[in-house]
């Protein structure tokens, strides 16, 4: 089955920067978009990046221009490098398996065990 397991979060000062990865397995990486949601303590799924087969990438206004998102297909791995972090940043961050290889935002409007890992928590605090 797919799994997918996210590491690198942690506390950091607002300003600061963080590598989050994602480890894949179960299904073939290449072959599919893949996503960055997070969701804080209350609050709703937000999508936050994605990027297709083709290493096209997609960000939400929010994180546009200090997220870069990324991807090792040797390494079945995902990325995302944080940067200029606020604390409004602060969540858990999963990654999630596309449908297909075409990026759909759509796809990530709820949670799915299914395709999606447990996560890894980002706390931005001063």
């Known amino acids: 089955e797919v799994q997918l397991v996210e590491s690198g979060g942690g506390l950091v000062q607002p300003g600061g920067s963080l590598r989050l990865s994602c480890a894949a397995s179960g299904f073939t990486f290449s072959n599919y978009a893949m996503s960055w949601v997070r969701q804080a303590p209350g609050k709703g799924l937000e999508w936050v990046s994605a990027?297709?087969?083709?290493?096209?990438?997609y960000y939400a206004d929010s994180v546009k221009g200090r997220f870069t998102v990324s991807k090792d297909n040797a390494k079945n791995t995902l990325y995302l490098q944080l940067s200029g972090l606020k604390t409004e940043d602060t969540a858990m961050y999963s990654c999630?398996?596309?449908?297909?290889?075409?990026?759909?935002?759509?796809?990530?409007?709820?949670?799915?065990?299914?395709?999606w890992g447990q996560g890894t928590q980002v706390t931005v605090s001063s």
């Open positions: 999630a398996k596309g449908k297909a290889a075409s990026f759909d935002r759509s796809q990530y409007q709820k949670r799915d065990d299914n395709y």
């Open positions: 990027i297709s087969p083709g290493r096209s990438t």
